[in-house]
């Protein structure tokens, strides 16, 4: 059983940055750790994702190049570094585990309580 706890989000300018961060429990040392979003009035999708193990990152095309996808394994912690914030970015950001052995597509197993981030001027 992993366990998943967010930080707190908040509200940044437009250009701004901000850095989220998701504490896990539990043994996640095959896992695939993912960031996703849900904006409003919109589906749950896909920002960015990284295998604990291999430290290899994977992000969505609208966030290429402005968020990056980290871990700290002494802390158990997943991070998402978002630089150049726009409205558009504006959602409830929730982090994701999966353990990639077991998994076969589809959705993460285990995710976090969600965290809302504004991007307003």
């Known amino acids: 059983q992993v366990q998943l706890v967010e930080s707190v989000g908040g509200s940044v300018r437009p250009g701004g940055s901000l850095r989220l961060s998701c504490a896990a429990s539990?043994?996640?040392?095959?896992?695939?750790m993912g960031w996703f979003r849900q904006t409003p009035g919109g589906d749950r999708e896909f920002v960015a994702t990284i295998g604990w193990s291999s430290g290899t990152p994977a992000y969505a095309e609208s966030v290429q190049g402005r968020f990056t996808i980290t871990t700290d394994s002494a802390k158990n912690t997943l991070y998402l570094q978002m630089n150049r914030k726009k409205p558009q970015d504006t959602a409830v950001y929730y982090c994701?585990?999966?353990?990639?052995?077991?998994?076969?597509?589809?959705?993460?197993?285990?995710w976090g309580q969600g965290t809302r981030v504004t991007v307003s001027s």
């Open positions: 539990g043994r996640i040392d095959s896992y695939l």
């Open positions: 994701a585990a999966q353990d990639a052995i077991t998994w076969s597509g589809g959705e993460y197993s285990y």
